[in-house]
């Protein structure tokens, strides 16, 4: 990814999280208005990504998203788990056809 794909993706990033502000408190499977909602560290300082770093993407059943969301988002804002994972709401997550 060149510098300049790197910043629009940051950029596009910093305006989903902006928008998902109101439903941080949700659980992922009442929200059907964004994309992704987000967690973050409470205590900054944080290392910077390198391009060996990952993320934590949960998508899911309701039932399952929510407990597991519930726990992930505990541990991201009091800095035991990463800097920043996503949740996608059940409602945004793409239905696979069923195999026969």
């Known amino acids: ?12 990033i910093a305006g989903q999280m902006k928008l998902a502000v ?10 059907s208005e964004v994309y992704w909602i987000y967690s973050t560290r409470r205590e900054v300082g944080y290392p910077k990504p390198t391009e060996r770093s990952g993320k934590w993407i949960l998508t899911g059943d309701a039932a399952r998203i929510d ?3 519930a ?3 505990v541990d991201t804002e009091e800095g035991r788990l990463g800097d920043g994972p996503r949740s996608r ?11 026969p």
């Open 1 to 12: 990814m060149s510098r300049e794909q790197a910043e629009e993706h940051e950029a596009r």
């Open 22 to 31: 109101p439903f941080a408190e949700m659980k992922p499977s009442t929200v």
């Open 67 to 69: 407990k597991v969301w």
């Open 71 to 73: 726990k992930v988002k």
């Open 89 to 99: 709401p059940p409602s945004q997550t793409p239905r696979l056809p069923t195999p």
